[in-house]
Structure formats: C-alpha cells, structure tokens
C-alpha cells in the first residue's frame, strides 16, 4: 500500500518568513495530492491540490510543487502570518482501488508574530 | 457547496454507553464516506470506507463489532461506538466523496470529540 512521510513533524518561523513543508510517497500509482489545514478542534480543510500531469501549482500565498520521478510533493507558503499557525497534512491518492487517499503525519506550523 | 455535518459535536457519556455519530452530506450525493479517528497532536487515522448500499471496508486493527458503520443512503452515514469504554475517548471525524468523483477532495465533517467516563 501507499506510504506518506511529511517533514518537518514541526516548524516555526517568524511572520513574514516563507515556510515549506515536504512529503515523499512510495506508490507511483499515485496521481492525485491534497493538502489540508488544520486548526486547533476543527475539521482538515483542502487549501491547495495538485495532480501528478502538473507540476506546479499557486494560489495567492500557497504553492504547491510536484516531482513525480523522486516521488515528492512540497507546500510553499510566502509571507507566512500567525492565522497560518495550524496543522497541515498531505495526501496522496492512487488512481486505482477505492482511492483512499493516505494521509501524512503532519506538520505544525507556528508563525510568531 | 460540498458541506458535510456531523453530529454530536461533543459527547461525554458513561462507560458502557453506546454512541452515534452521523455525518451527512448536505449539497452533494456520497457514494464513499471515511471515518477517521485523531488523537492529540497526530494525524487522521483511517478507521474505515463506508460505500453506500454495502458492508463498510474496516482498516486492519480497528473491530468491527465495536464501531458499527451503516452508510444506508447517498447522503447519510453513521458511525456506533457500542459499549463504549475510556480508550475510546477520541476525536471522530467523518469526510465525504462526491458520487462520480473519485479522485477529488474529501469534505470533512466538523468532528465529534468523545470523552467516556
């Protein structure tokens, strides 16, 4: 089956700065990585997706890179403030089966003011 | 678009009880739904797929007689927790998957925290 492994399990960087979180899979069947935030008590929320025809992805703040021959997918977020502070996971997904997506350990992001 | 309630959102009951937990999708049709357990400071544990019309698919440790999934409709699963005991105190979170839609984002619920006393 599939293997996520997300680093770093924390991180903590001054607003302002740029913070950029790594995940590694093993199954190459996978095409699809959604990564999701998760504040203190409430539900994982997709902020950014990217699929394995692409390589890169932005939104705003948010980025998303992909290589797919290393198998890797990274979270870029620029000019990080402290509402970023939260959980984030990622996902990947194989085409195949009943794509359950498998998820990451997480990451705790703290941004001080 | 794509909300997904669950409910109770917080549940404190004693040992023995028996809890459930409903997740429905409000604005979309569900064929697949997931049901995660979170301990503090970790990540979503896959206890279970729940498909529509079928038995759910357990993950390898979690009993099936304990947490009982019925997913009887497009927009409604329910997750039982039966003679629920301390260890069982968690964090429950169901997601949802639109029909046709497989490789495309879960909607999560809002999560039920479960304190057994």
Not at chain 2, 1 to 25: D, F, L, N, Y
């Amino acid at each position: 089956g599939e293997n996520v492994e997300q680093h770093p399990s924390t991180l903590s960087v001054q607003e302002g700065d740029s913070a950029v979180i790594k995940c590694t899979y093993s199954d190459s069947a996978s095409n699809y990585f959604p990564w999701y935030k998760q504040e203190l008590g409430k539900r994982p929320q997709l902020i950014i997706d990217i699929r394995s025809n692409v390589g890169e992805k932005k939104d705003q703040r948010i980025a998303v890179t992909l290589n797919k021959t290393a198998k890797h997918f990274s979270l870029h977020i620029t000019e990080t403030q402290p509402e970023d502070s939260a959980v984030y996971f990622c996902a990947a997904t194989a085409s195949g089966g009943s794509y359950i997506p498998t998820f990451g350990r997480g990451t705790s992001l703290i941004v001080h003011p | 678009g794509a909300v997904v309630s669950q409910h109770p959102s917080w549940v404190i009951c004693k040992s023995g009880t028996s809890v459930k937990i409903e997740c429905r999708s409000l604005d979309f049709q569900a064929t697949t739904m997931f049901w995660y357990r979170q301990f503090p400071k970790q990540s979503l544990m896959l206890m279970a797929t729940s498909n529509e019309g079928s038995k759910a698919t357990y993950e390898q440790g979690v009993e099936k007689d304990k947490f009982l999934i019925n997913h009887a409709s497009l927009t409604l699963s329910t997750l039982t927790v039966t003679s629920a005991h301390p260890e069982d105190s968690s964090f429950y979170i169901c997601s949802a998957r639109e029909v046709g839609r497989s490789n495309q984002p879960q909607h999560f619920g809002d999560g039920t925290r479960l304190s057994i006393l």
